[in-house]
Nanobody, 124 residues
Framework: QVHLVESGGGLVQAGGSLRLSCAASGRTFSRYSLGWFRQAPGKEREFVAAINWSGRSTAIKEALKGRFTISRDNAENTVYLQMNSLKPDDTAVYYC?????????????????WGQGTQVTVSS
């Protein structure tokens, strides 16, 4: 069982940066792949980034490469999403999710545990 709590969201001007954090409870955090997803008003939830249990394998949504980076600190039970050069289109609720599967996945339905989300708003 993993309990996830996101933080770091807020209001930022276009071109700015934010770093989202997702703190996890549970002694087996290091066994889980972690993912970030987002959902904008009126749109479906979409994949943003994922990282495997060791941190050696990552996946980033193609359109976000170069601006978003995912990382994790297993000693701190935390996964991060660094977001740079933010655009108004990045406005959404960002969710952290955990998956205990063996293969890194970008498919939301494969993730068993979800946080409550953190709002990111980018003004133009």
């Amino acid at each position: 069982q993993v309990h996830l709590v996101e933080s770091g969201g807020g209001l930022v001007q276009a071109g700015g940066s934010l770093r989202l954090s997702c703190a996890a409870s549970g002694r087996t955090f290091s066994r889980y792949s972690l993912g970030w997803f987002r959902q904008a008003p009126g749109k479906e939830r979409e994949f943003v980034a994922a990282i495997n249990w060791s941190g050696r394998s990552t996946a980033i949504k193609e359109a976000l490469k170069g601006r978003f980076t995912i990382s994790r600190d297993n000693a701190e039970n935390t996964v991060y999403l660094q977001m740079n050069s933010l655009k108004p289109d990045d406005t959404a609720v960002y969710y952290c999710a955990a998956d205990d599967g063996l293969v890194l996945t970008i498919i939301a339905d494969r993730y068993s545990y979800w946080g409550q989300g953190t709002q990111v708003t980018v003004s133009s």
